[in-house]
T-cell receptor, first 114, second 108 residues
């Protein structure tokens, strides 16, 4: 069990550019979650997958955001035409299915928009 | 009004002190989690509660479902306990709703 890994750890980009983040969950976990955390705040839910199916999306996930989990393993989160307000820590977590399963978090990708 | 609130927002303690962090929520839940986040972002799950009390080492977590309230206690606090402690509830779906976190600093 290598834990949840996220790549990159830190991304700096200019406003208007597209960025893509990757999350590799714990291998036997079929649920995968994306969260966003701004400085000094608790994380906020963005979306989650059960295997390859995206089952829920937050209103925070605007049209510029898209997430995929094509083979039910790793997931990508893409932000198009980045804006200053997208600067945040993007956290990924995974869990087994079933109610009340604990979520295991990655270390996050910190996005800084110049 | 936020669905999950925590108090205090910031807490500074001397090494060895007994610490209590409180969480209150306004929705029905199937579980409540206490998480620890160190500088740099990594989040570690400390407890998952649906009733009663759990203890792990120097950490104790309690929940009162009727009162919609949970507490996290740290006994004999140590500087390495310095972190942000986040309460997160599961309102019946699969997703966490997070509190704003309590920033704890334990001074030597």
């Amino acid at each position: 069990d290598t834990g949840v890994s996220q790549d990159p750890r830190h991304k700096i980009t200019k406003r208007g550019q597209n960025v893509t983040f990757r999350c590799d969950p714990i291998s036997e976990h079929n649920r995968l979650y994306w969260y966003r955390q701004t400085l000094g705040q608790g994380p906020e839910f963005l979306t989650y997958f059960q295997n390859e199916a995206q089952l829920e999306k937050s209103r925070l996930l605007s049209d510029r955001f898209s997430a995929e989990r094509p083979k039910g393993s790793f997931s990508t989160l893409e932000i198009q035409r980045t804006e200053q307000g997208d600067s945040a820590m993007y956290l990924c977590a995974s869990s087994l299915s079933g109610s009340n399963q604990p979520q295991h978090f990655g270390d996050g990708t910190r996005l800084s928009i110049l | 009004k936020n669905e999950v609130e925590q108090s205090p927002q910031n807490l500074t303690a001397q090494e060895g002190e007994f610490i209590t962090i409180n969480c209150s929520y306004s929705v029905g839940i199937s579980a409540l989690h206490w998480l620890q986040q160190h500088p740099g972002g990594g989040i570690v799950s400390l407890f998952m509660l649906s009733s009663g009390k759990k203890k792990h080492g120097r950490l104790i977590a309690t929940i009162n479902i009727q009162e919609k309230h949970s507490s996290l206690h740290i006994t004999a606090s140590h500087p390495r306990d310095s972190a942000v402690y986040i309460c997160a509830v599961v309102p019946g779906g699969q997703n966490f709703v997070f509190g704003p976190g309590t920033r704890l600093s334990v001074l030597p």
